[in-house]
């Protein structure tokens, strides 16, 4: 019993928050990403963005160009825009990641009102840790805004202005961005309201809120509408989809309750090659515990909250809106599941700030149980990434380099899969779907649909144009040309990986 005792007092102590403690482990961390990044190899939704910002004629351009297609509001673009004036290197995209999120982790360990090894802990989760810590991705930058939201949170001074600038930002992160600044608006607007009854009969309600609050929520009102304005990709457009509210029924709930699992327990397994596709591989075998799981999850995460009314009602609205959207328009995976979990993490910080001290132990332990499978998976995907190629681009585009074909015209496709390859070059190529020359993908109505027949074909024509030797660049293997007096070698395929299918390459030499 005493040992019990002890241990729930390691895990529930508080206002350990000394600098030192924060650099010593801040550095420490930075060291990890670094290295974590250095095995990593980008794939098409990390290096295409990357592509977007470098080649932007401006902030406006990345506003109104070749990023619309992408589905995503522009800060992070914007972000990138400023470290592609330190390089054009893949290695750009990657630092900027590291200096996201380990800023981020700094503030995490020296501000969160958690224990020392919960900080360490959660920041070694699989989410923290690798899913928006080394995919580089714009839910790194929204994993910063949160920190920083909290880190700025005073319950009895509050500053309007700054959250609510913090709030905006994190709206045109991505969607979930906005749905958990909505979520946690609703935080810092009850510490400007106050309701209170009248002594006069007949009794009324009185309410009464800052101006402060008001103009907060009008800058979030404008923050939101630009994000939903910039963040719908116009058709023709396969990632547009269309609002399916027929699907928000009965028969909807389990497998929202189901994604709270995922978000929560990750659980990977690391004799699985399939570990990074099927991430639901494992639930998967234990289909009549997952559902009550999730229950599980939910009902603890609401009552550690339940004291602090306003964090219980940011998490209930921010996870119903998450259920909302991954119903009715985008199911996603686990990078956009796990915002539920994020979304927990936060308003469970913001809560110890305004509650007192009995009712955290219980949250403190459901933080260690989570982060523990969590460190688990974290464990497994670091050393599977270390170990196992996770996208074939980088190696392809390293061998291009060493035989020193990088300077001939390159005819490749399909286009949203080669652009891993091309955007490591940095060089333009001609599409076999849009006969354009270009370095991103646009999916405008001159499309056609992908053939390995006429990629090929459009290679021998450029090579008629150009008389010399032509690279031909696919995810799978080609046919040769039907065109006598020419031959189509191939001179490399790269190592099947770990992503999902069609990041594995192959170079042809059309001559």
């Given amino acids: 019993m005493k040992r019990l005792r002890a241990l729930l007092s390691f895990v529930t102590r508080e206002r350990e928050t000394t600098w030192t403690f924060s650099a010593i482990v801040g550095l420490v961390y930075f060291a990890y990403l670094a290295w974590a990044h250095s095995h990593h190899e980008l794939w098409r939704d990390e ?18 160009g070749d990023r619309v297609y992408e589905g995503h509001p522009p800060l992070w673009f914007w972000y990138l825009r400023v470290w592609s004036w330190l390089t054009d290197r893949a290695w750009g995209l990657h630092a900027a990641t590291v200096v996201a999120v380990g800023a981020g982790a ?68 991505s969607a ?81 309750i189901e994604r709270v699992v ?18 639901w591989e494992f639930w998967k075998q234990h289909e009549t515990a997952r559902l009550w799981v999730g229950v599980a999850l939910l009902a603890v995460s609401c009552i550690s909250l339940a004291p602090a009314w306003s964090s219980l009602l940011a998490f209930v609205v921010g996870v119903g809106l998450m259920m909302f959207l991954q119903t009715a328009l985008f199911g996603g995976g686990i990078r956009h599941w796990g915002h539920a979990f994020l979304l927990y993490l936060a308003v469970c910080w913001i809560a110890r700030k305004t509650q007192p001290r009995a009712f955290r132990r219980l949250s403190s332990l459901f933080l260690l149980v989570v982060g523990a499978f969590q460190l688990h998976t974290w464990l497994v995907l ?16 390293a061998f291009i380099e060493r035989a020193g074909l990088q300077d001939l015209p390159i005819v490749a ?4 899969f080669v652009i891993t390859v091309t955007g490591y070059l940095r060089r333009p190529y001609v599409s076999s779907e849009t006969e354009e020359f270009n370095q991103t993908v646009v999916f405008h109505a001159r499309r056609r649909k992908f053939s390995a027949r006429a990629l090929v074909d459009r290679a021998v024509a450029l090579q008629k144009e150009k008389h010399g030797s032509i690279l031909v660049l696919s995810n799978q293997a080609l046919p040769g040309p039907s065109a006598s007096g020419l ?14 299918d069609g990041e594995q390459f192959f170079v042809y030499e059309l001559k």
């Fill in 47 to 64: 290096i295409h963005s990357w592509t977007i910002a470098r080649l932007a004629d401006g902030f406006g351009d990345i506003v109104t």
């Fill in 106 to 173: 700094v503030l995490f360990l020296r501000f969160a009102p958690f224990a020392r090894v919960l900080k360490v802990l959660l920041l070694c989760s699989y989410l923290i840790g690798y899913e928006y810590g080394v995919i580089s991705r714009n839910y790194s930058l929204g994993f910063l805004l949160l920190v920083l939201f909290c880190c700025s949170f005073r319950p009895l001074r509050p500053r309007a202005l700054w959250s609510s600038v913090v709030l905006g930002l994190l709206c045109i992160t």
């Fill in 176 to 256: 979930y961005g906005a749905v958990m600044a909505c979520s946690l608006f609703l935080v810092l607007a009850a510490t400007y309201v106050s309701a209170s009854f009248t002594r006069t009969r007949p009794r009324l309600l009185e309410i009464t809120a800052s101006p402060r609050v008001l103009l907060a929520g009008a800058a979030l009102l404008v923050a939101l509408a630009f994000s939903f304005k910039t963040s719908s990709p116009p058709d023709p457009n396969p990632f547009a989809q269309d609002w399916n509210f027929a699907a928000l029924n009965r028969h909807a709930i389990e497998p929202a």
């Fill in 262 to 279: 995922y978000a929560f327990l990750p659980v990977r397994v690391a004799s699985d090659t399939n570990c990074w596709r099927l991430p």
């Fill in 382 to 397: 670091v050393g599977v990434d270390r170990t196992r190629v996770f996208s074939g681009g980088e190696e392809t585009a």
């Fill in 413 to 416: 496709g399909p286009d949203w």
């Fill in 487 to 500: 031959t189509m070698k191939l001179l490399f395929s790269s190592r099947m990986p770990i992503m999902v």
